[in-house]
């Protein structure tokens, strides 16, 4: 069974730019879209059609088609960081004696305007569509 129009796609993504920066869209590495529906950029929808479970292709999507994910509300593509250099866990008295935890967390750096970006997908599952039933890896 392979991706085609009116099928339930589940695809696991890394994305990067051009020169291997690494980004994070969210708290996700995996997307699940309706095929042939223009839910996703077109390029990614095109660059996953014919794919079979367990297949991974580079995808490029351009800058112009980015802001078309179906992301939710506050998601966003940010640069993936590591901690600076003296972040620390804050520790305090909390509410009748017990002690409470903060995580200092760095920012994300967003994504430049006008950057492409480079998907390294592994399809996970297909559902529906021509064929009978689902196929997972």
């Known amino acids: ?15 990067s730019t051009q020169d291997g920066t690494l980004h994070l869209v969210g708290g996700a590495d995996t997307l699940e879209f309706l095929a042939g529906t223009g839910t996703v950029p077109p390029s990614l929808e095109a660059g996953v059609k014919g794919m079979r479970p367990g297949e991974r292709r580079s995808i490029l999507v351009p800058a112009a088609e ?20 003296g972040t620390a866990y804050d520790f305090g008295p909390g509410n009748g004696g017990d002690v409470t935890l903060s ?12 950057t492409d970006l480079r998907f390294e997908v592994e399809l996970l599952s297909l559902e529906g569509g021509e064929g009978i039933g689902e196929q997972r890896l």
Do not use: Q, W
Not at 2 to 15: A, G, W, Y
Not at 72 to 83: C, D, I, K, L, N
């Open 66 to 85: 980015i802001n078309s994910f179906p992301f939710p509300a506050g998601a966003h593509f940010s640069r993936e960081t590591v901690s600076p250099p």
């Open 1 to 15: 069974m392979e991706t085609s129009n009116d099928r339930r796609v589940k695809i696991r993504f890394r994305c």
């Open 103 to 114: 995580i200092s967390k760095p920012p994300r750096e967003p994504l430049p305007p006008g």
